[in-house]
Nanobody
Framework: QVQLVESGGGLVQPGGSLRLSCAAS????????MGWYRQAPGEQRELVAA???????NYADSVEGRFTISRDNAKNTVYLQMNSLKPEDTAVYYC???????????????WGQGTQVTVSS
């Protein structure tokens, strides 16, 4: 009973900005890495950005310098600030988190339902 709920997607003009949020809720003991993935129609899902529990980050080359991932551990929430958006950024964005639901329990991969980001004039 873990849920990841994304918000913040929508339609934006090229060069614009969006901030995505993903809040994890339910039975959660700890969250390790969190990340954002995206998938455009007909394409493979790709990692956009990831962040460890300690705050280390990595980004896809295509978004480096434009996107920033961050997290608020107290809120079990991860964010993706997207600036200088391009039409190529259009995709469904999915939140991912590696979650342990109880002490000593297994760490599992959880996914949000996805939020649409469309970059268009």
């Amino acid at each position: 009973q873990v849920q990841l709920v994304e918000s913040g997607g929508g339609l934006v003009q090229p060069g614009g900005s969006l901030r995505l949020s993903c809040a994890a809720s339910g039975m959660i003991f700890s969250i390790d890495a969190m990340g954002w993935y995206r998938q455009a129609p007909g394409e493979q899902r790709e990692l956009v950005a990831a962040i460890t529990s300690g705050g280390s980050t990595n980004y896809a080359d295509s978004v480096e310098g434009r996107f920033t991932i961050s997290r608020d551990n107290a809120k079990n929430t991860v964010y993706l600030q997207m600036n200088s958006l391009k039409p190529e950024d259009t995709a469904v964005y999915y939140c991912n988190a590696d979650i342990r639901r109880w002490l000593g329990g297994p760490e599992r991969d959880y996914w949000g339902q996805g939020t649409q980001v469309t970059v268009s004039s």
